[in-house]
């Protein structure tokens, strides 16, 4: 007869299926939710009622099975499907996909969560923050823009107020220099005379007096240099406060940097002679010339007159005018020619010259020049004298260093070594000494020692840079963030972090694409894109939902179908149980 069991069994089978519908619902619900993760409904049965548990078989009988009617159907529980999703480029390199088993970590309301949803923009501090305002976490760069793991922090990425410069570290050069030009000899020679005849003397009230037969010595005070256009009346050439200037002398065809030095009580020939080397930027470490003489200001201290001797080489040749040397007062007007000059030697070899740019700690452009001299010529190969001087540096010495270069009989540079310079930046901010490697051989630019019409160099590479603006960035595969700047720098801001779960599908849904840890889940292992499986990156990019529509409503049409065939059950014992009524009637 009708049995209200039946109808309590399919009851069971309307809630099961019911909330089979409610979960494929919400996965086509979210069928366009980045980074939506799928979940299926599990059936179990319900405990049945024994009536029989079977027999074994003996010797009388074969044996007979349970006999057990069930009770209806349960719900087991839910399984997250953790697949990845199709990855659809979004053109915005804010967007990240993960293409793996990893998550990424965030932060918000001082809780920790997970998701798959890389849609990441920037907040009004620069962080990098999920949709609903988490913070994306990471790890950030030391001072000198490596990554340092360790703690996770929130990533700042500073668009339009990170500012960066850097100094130069590398400078290359290439050209040829011309092997059949002419072996230097000898350097320009200029003497500094205090009139067409006669040179300087000290006054007899001098202190130091000069040790006759010297007629003047380099300890001589300025103050006490004799007036030459007034010999014998003990007027001095100089006055305290004024400054001596040189301005329009040439060097190699260059106009030399004008310079002042201020004459002082303590100011002697000494100090002028440093002044005139130092900024006519004569290499007083390069050695003698070939001709004997060597290179610096001389002072004959008998006739008082003075030498200029320069260093070796066309590029180097001086010019020096009467015009080019003048006594100033305090206020910088202009008093007298203090100097008679007189060119007697000009400087000779095969050479060249160069200007270039290099950058200090602080962006700051120093220029610096090189010169290369034709030292010699043998069957060995050619060998070039190299100069490197600066006006930008900060002490008096514009002089840098000095040396040889060796080139074989092939025209190549026999030590391809780089050469080290050092300009001084005491005074300007900047770190100090700004040292730079230069070199002149390379795998694509050289220099080289061949037959030509002239030489020529320039220099081709140099790295540093003046101040400039973060203006992009981009995450790499492996979660690194580069940043572009407006001087053409690259740099690294930080690492993007994943977090990888030995069982991911028990992780507890937090709801806005947010996951936390589970009971089940296990602890998260912190690590970076391409290691522990977490996957790579993909910028400009994002997830879309790992739902299955054919699937889902492959799904509601068999729950729909057990829906009506539960409640086919319950209608048909309803009518047994009417006609058993109609029966008692």
């Given at each position: 007869m009708a049995s209200t069991t039946a109808m309590l069994t399919a009851l069971t089978g309307l809630n099961a299926n019911a909330r089979s519908l409610d979960v494929i619902g919400n996965n086509v619900a979210n069928v366009n939710t980045t980074a939506y993760k799928s979940?299926?409904?599990?059936?179990?049965?319900?405990?049945g009622r024994t009536?029989?548990?079977?027999?074994?078989?003996?010797?009388?009988?074969?044996?007979t099975n349970p006999y057990q009617i069930g009770l209806g159907v349960g719900i087991s529980g839910t399984q997250r499907n953790f697949s990845s999703g199709t990855v659809q480029s979004s053109g915005d390199q804010r967007d990240l996909a993960i293409q793996g088993n990893g998550l990424f970590i965030v932060e918000g309301g001082g809780e920790q969560f997970y998701t798959r949803a890389g849609s990441f923009r920037q907040n009004s501090s620069n962080d990098l923050v999920s949709i609903g305002g988490q913070r994306l976490m990471g790890y950030t760069v030391d001072q000198n823009y490596n990554v340092a793991t360790g703690a996770l922090v929130p990533l700042n990425i500073p668009v339009g107020t990170l500012t960066i410069a850097e100094a130069t570290r590398n400078v290359s050069f290439s050209g040829n220099l011309n092997a059949d030009g002419d072996v230097a000899t000898r350097g320009a020679s200029i003497s500094l005379m205090?009139?067409?005849t006669a040179g300087l003397s000290a006054i007899s009230s001098a202190n130091p007096a000069p040790t006759p037969p010297a007629v003047i010595e380099t300890t001589t005070r300025l103050l006490d240099v004799e007036d030459p256009l007034l010999p014998g009346s003990g007027s001095p050439l100089f006055a305290q406060g004024q400054f001596f200037e040189?301005?329009?002398?040439?060097?190699?065809?260059?106009?030399?940097?004008?310079?002042?030095?201020?004459?002082?009580?303590?100011?002697?020939?000494?100090?002028?002679?440093?002044?005139?080397?130092?900024?006519?930027?004569?290499?007083?470490?390069?050695?003698?010339?070939?001709?004997?003489r060597t290179p610096g200001i001389g002072l004959d201290t008998a006739t008082g007159a003075l030498t200029i001797t320069g260093n070796v080489g066309e590029a180097n040749d001086l010019e020096l005018r009467a015009p080019d040397l003048r006594l100033l007062d305090e206020d910088g007007t202009f008093i007298r020619q203090p100097f008679v000059t007189d060119k007697t030697v000009a400087a000779d070899g095969e050479s060249v010259r160069t200007t270039f740019l290099v950058y200090d700690s602080l962006g700051t452009p120093v220029e610096a020049e090189l010169s290369i001299v034709l030292s010699s010529k043998a069957s060995t190969g050619t060998t070039w004298q190299y100069f490197f001087e600066s006006a930008d540096d900060s002490d008096s010495l514009q002089t840098l260093t000095s040396g040889l270069m060796r080139f074989d009989t092939d025209g190549q540079l026999a030590d391809p070594e780089p050469i080290s310079v050092s300009i001084d930046r005491a005074g300007t901010g900047a770190a100090t000494p700004l040292t730079f490697d230069v070199a002149f051989a390379g795998p694509k630019d050289s220099v080289t020692a061949l037959t030509s019409t002239k030489s020529e160099i320039a220099a081709t590479f140099r790295d540093g840079s003046t101040l400039g603006t973060l203006t992009a960035?981009?995450?790499?595969?492996?979660?690194?963030?580069?940043?572009?700047?407006?001087?053409g720098l690259t740099r690294t801001l930080g690492q993007v972090a994943l977090a990888v779960f030995s069982n991911p599908e028990?992780?507890?849904?937090?709801?806005?694409?947010?996951?936390?840890?589970?009971p089940n889940s296990g602890?998260?292992?912190?690590?970076?894109?391409?290691?522990?499986?977490?996957?790579?990156?993909?910028?400009?990019?994002?997830?879309?939902?790992?739902?299955?529509?054919?699937?889902?409503?492959?799904?509601?049409?068999?729950?729909?179908?057990?829906?009506?065939?539960?409640?086919?059950?319950?209608?048909?014992?309803?009518?047994?149980?009417?006609?058993?009524?109609?029966i008692g009637r």
């Amino acid at each position: 007869m009708a049995s209200t069991t039946a109808m309590l069994t399919a009851l069971t089978g309307l809630n099961a299926n019911a909330r089979s519908l409610d979960v494929i619902g919400n996965n086509v619900a979210n069928v366009n939710t980045t980074a939506y993760k799928s979940s299926r409904l599990m059936f179990q049965t319900l405990l049945g009622r024994t009536i029989s548990s079977g027999s074994a078989p003996g010797t009388n009988s074969g044996g007979t099975n349970p006999y057990q009617i069930g009770l209806g159907v349960g719900i087991s529980g839910t399984q997250r499907n953790f697949s990845s999703g199709t990855v659809q480029s979004s053109g915005d390199q804010r967007d990240l996909a993960i293409q793996g088993n990893g998550l990424f970590i965030v932060e918000g309301g001082g809780e920790q969560f997970y998701t798959r949803a890389g849609s990441f923009r920037q907040n009004s501090s620069n962080d990098l923050v999920s949709i609903g305002g988490q913070r994306l976490m990471g790890y950030t760069v030391d001072q000198n823009y490596n990554v340092a793991t360790g703690a996770l922090v929130p990533l700042n990425i500073p668009v339009g107020t990170l500012t960066i410069a850097e100094a130069t570290r590398n400078v290359s050069f290439s050209g040829n220099l011309n092997a059949d030009g002419d072996v230097a000899t000898r350097g320009a020679s200029i003497s500094l005379m205090g009139t067409s005849t006669a040179g300087l003397s000290a006054i007899s009230s001098a202190n130091p007096a000069p040790t006759p037969p010297a007629v003047i010595e380099t300890t001589t005070r300025l103050l006490d240099v004799e007036d030459p256009l007034l010999p014998g009346s003990g007027s001095p050439l100089f006055a305290q406060g004024q400054f001596f200037e040189i301005d329009g002398a040439e060097k190699g065809g260059r106009e030399v940097v004008p310079r002042r030095l201020e004459i002082a009580d303590s100011s002697t020939m000494q100090d002028l002679m440093d002044f005139l080397r130092d900024a006519l930027g004569i290499d007083v470490d390069a050695g003698d010339n070939p001709d004997g003489r060597t290179p610096g200001i001389g002072l004959d201290t008998a006739t008082g007159a003075l030498t200029i001797t320069g260093n070796v080489g066309e590029a180097n040749d001086l010019e020096l005018r009467a015009p080019d040397l003048r006594l100033l007062d305090e206020d910088g007007t202009f008093i007298r020619q203090p100097f008679v000059t007189d060119k007697t030697v000009a400087a000779d070899g095969e050479s060249v010259r160069t200007t270039f740019l290099v950058y200090d700690s602080l962006g700051t452009p120093v220029e610096a020049e090189l010169s290369i001299v034709l030292s010699s010529k043998a069957s060995t190969g050619t060998t070039w004298q190299y100069f490197f001087e600066s006006a930008d540096d900060s002490d008096s010495l514009q002089t840098l260093t000095s040396g040889l270069m060796r080139f074989d009989t092939d025209g190549q540079l026999a030590d391809p070594e780089p050469i080290s310079v050092s300009i001084d930046r005491a005074g300007t901010g900047a770190a100090t000494p700004l040292t730079f490697d230069v070199a002149f051989a390379g795998p694509k630019d050289s220099v080289t020692a061949l037959t030509s019409t002239k030489s020529e160099i320039a220099a081709t590479f140099r790295d540093g840079s003046t101040l400039g603006t973060l203006t992009a960035f981009s995450v790499g595969q492996d979660g690194v963030i580069t940043g572009t700047f407006s001087n053409g720098l690259t740099r690294t801001l930080g690492q993007v972090a994943l977090a990888v779960f030995s069982n991911p599908e028990g992780l507890i849904d937090a709801g806005a694409n947010l996951f936390r840890t589970g009971p089940n889940s296990g602890l998260p292992a912190v690590t970076t894109p391409t290691s522990l499986g977490a996957g790579s990156l993909v910028g400009g990019a994002l997830e879309q939902s790992n739902v299955d529509l054919s699937e889902e409503f492959t799904k509601m049409i068999l729950a729909s179908t057990g829906f009506s065939a539960n409640s086919r059950v319950i209608r048909t014992t309803d009518e047994l149980m009417q006609q058993l009524l109609v029966i008692g009637r």
